[in-house]
């Protein structure tokens, strides 16, 4: 069911954390709210599922303006992050709880819990209790009570900030795996860009209570806006360098580095130069002497911290090589297809 | 919660063990000569008995003319001891839950206001309170001291249940009403679950409470009828007449014996009171 946020505001007390957001969720799609801590994409899903009351603007489920619903009457699921099981059932009946409110028949609430167990494959652990599984196994109790309902839409908290590397990695694809099979509309609320990146459809990326942008995660990552949004996705993340438009060029003032750029901008303009790892390596056309002030081996890659003249940093990225070590001299080159330029504010060139 | 801690390699056992034992040791004694007492017969100056006897426990088969039926007190004494529990647990539980989650106004005050209640002594409060229910009619009830004692025991009741409400985590309420359940059946089916240490504890001690209670129904429950063994003992000290100590011990012992139970019972429930309500 397609969602809507239609100039969604919320604030509590004086303090405005939401203003005028517009947000369309497309019917089976799965969108990743993603943002720093305090950026308001928690308050955005709580106001969806129902349990804050927005200050302003509309929420719609579909054509129904469920923006003055209570959470109970708006068919919603929700997997918490730190899962909120019921201690005191079991894992049937934790599943089965939802229908059992809703005044279903016994039978009827066992064969729907064992559907959706067999779907999130946890069907051999009925009868435990939640303290005497593991994480993953909790999480997926979880996302079986939250699907039980048929909701309307399916509201994932931080779903996987409780989990060690592993399971992440596993849930990850379990979680996208029974989004598609269910076909159902989901928002996922994270701070982790690797798992907006690899779970979603589209990521909003939010900043102080705004959408910074929406993209599908490609896009986002080739094409970002701001520098905030190229800086945050990316892993390892971009470096930005600090300059002035000189001749059609973008200048460093303590060095000879000149990178041509396609803009228009008055000669003398600050500007900043977003460099992506894989874009700083010996292969590029803009060569660039610095010193390694770090380097570090990822079984696959080498990533490499160098300190140019100036005191600014470049990363790189490159193939395992053992040639290089730190205190090293090096002239590498940005490759200058792959900058970004964005203004003083932030903005993208 | 009901953890044993682990003795410490780090000291000795056996002083702790000696000092404790010459502490408590005249106590044991006391509780001993209170059992032997009330079936031996012995002369006052003996140190040991001379012969065994039940009749210091004959106040179980028959009345003593102008006092009360020993069945009849005990059966009030339950009644009272039961009623306040309930009333206590019911109002806290419910309270407690009140002044810890929901966004009620002047929630502050109320929490200030309840524990301003419970500093005050009953006994500073007895005179008002009898002129209270004689003017309503409840004097020399077990209604009427039932609900006096119920209110007097509340504000800590009530205090203990939001401790323990407090730390039961929002995510769970959340849960539940995303789920579809109204926030009575949250309380009721999801959040009480998890408090029931703190029911227990609660019950137990307000159980206990009640049973040992004096200055309330002497005061406001006076009569043969609706007596209470606290009252009734305290009878046999106020009697000059006919004095008998050893059967005054076996209604001491007669009086303990639900206490004894009660505590071997539920004692691991009696100490979560004061774990000031985490689960563990």
Redesign the interface.
């Known amino acids: 069911m397609r969602i809507l946020l239609d100039n969604f505001s919320k604030s509590f007390g004086s303090t405005k954390v939401i203003e005028n957001m517009k947000l369309e969720v497309g019917s089976g799609e799965m969108l990743a709210l993603l943002g720093p801590s305090g950026c308001g994409k928690s308050t955005t899903l709580f106001a969806v599922c129902g349990i804050h009351r927005p200050t302003g603007g509309r929420i719609l489920f579909g054509d129904r303006d469920v923006t003055d619903l209570p959470s109970q009457m708006r068919n919603v699921g929700v997997v918490f992050q730190s899962y909120a099981l019921y201690p005191h059932m079991t894992v049937a009946e934790n599943i089965g709880f939802p229908l059992k409110v809703k005044g279903v028949n016994a039978a009827d609430i066992r064969k729907e819990v064992e559907r959706i167990s067999g779907l999130v494959q946890i069907g051999n652990l009925m009868e435990r209790r939640p303290a005497q599984l593991s994480g993953g196994q909790q999480q997926r109790v979880a996302l079986a009570r939250a699907l039980i309902r048929k909701p309307d839409v399916l509201l994932l908290d931080e779903p996987l900030a409780n989990l060690d590397a592993k399971l992440r990695l596993e849930m990850r694809s379990e979680i996208r795996r029974i989004q598609r099979e269910t076909g159902i509309t989901a928002i996922l609320v994270t701070h982790d860009q690797v798992e907006a990146m690899s779970m979603c459809d589209r990521i909003a990326i939010m900043k102080e209570g705004e959408i910074v942008q929406i993209a599908t995660p490609a896009d986002m990552y080739s094409d970002p806006r701001t520098a905030f949004v190229a800086g945050f996705l990316g892993n390892p993340p971009i470096t930005f360098l600090r300059g002035v438009m000189k001749d059609g060029t973008f200048a460093m003032p303590e060095s000879e580095i000149r990178v041509p750029v396609s803009i228009q901008a008055a000669e003398g303009t600050k500007l900043t130069l977003g460099v992506r790892p894989e874009h700083f390596n010996p292969a590029g056309d803009i060569a660039v002497s610095g010193k390694v002030t770090f380097a570090e081996t990822q079984g696959r890659e080498n990533l490499y911290d160098v300190r140019l003249a100036g005191g600014s940093l470049l990363r790189s990225i490159q193939p395992v090589r053992n040639d290089i070590t730190v205190g090293d001299e090096v002239r590498w080159a940005i490759d200058s297809k792959g900058v970004f330029v964005f203004d003083e504010e932030g903005r993208r060139l | 919660m009901a953890e044993r801690s682990q003795p410490s390699a780090n000291y000795r056992n056996w002083p702790v063990l000696t000092a404790l034992t010459i502490v408590s040791l005249p106590l044991l004694l006391m509780y001993v000569y209170l059992f032997l007492d009330t079936v031996t017969v012995k002369q006052p100056d003996a140190l040991l008995p001379s012969g065994l006897t039940l009749n210091h426990w004959r106040f179980l088969w028959q009345t003593t003319a102008g006092k009360a039926n020993i069945w009849q007190v005990t059966v009030n004494t339950l009644l009272f001891s039961t009623c306040t529990t309930s009333l206590v647990l019911i109002v806290s539980s419910m309270a407690g839950y009140v002044l810890s989650r929901l966004n009620v106004p002047a929630r502050g005050f109320f929490l200030a206001g309840v524990m301003v209640l419970h500093a005050f002594p009953s006994v500073t409060l007895i005179i008002a309170i009898f002129i209270v229910l004689q003017m309503i009619g409840l004097y020399n009830s077990l209604i009427g001291v039932i609900l006096v004692k119920a209110a007097i025991d509340l504000p800590l009741g009530i205090w203990l249940m939001k401790g323990f409400y407090d730390t039961v985590?929002w995510?769970?309420e959340?849960?539940?009403?995303?789920?579809?359940?109204?926030r009575f059946?949250v309380w009721r089916s999801?959040v009480l679950?998890?408090v029931k240490p703190g029911i227990m504890a609660l019950g137990l001690f307000s159980f206990l409470a009640g049973w040992g209670e004096f200055i309330l129904p002497q005061v406001l429950a006076p009569g043969n009828q609706v007596q209470v063994l606290s009252v009734y003992l305290a009878g046999f000290l106020a009697d000059d007449n006919n004095y008998d100590f050893n059967m005054f011990k076996a209604v001491g012992l007669f009086y303990l014996i639900p206490v004894l139970i009660a505590y071997a019972l539920f004692n691991k429930y009696l100490m979560n009171i004061y774990g000031g309500g985490s689960k563990g």
């Open positions: 985590p995510e769970i959340m849960a539940g009403v995303v789920d579809g359940a109204s059946r999801l679950p998890q």
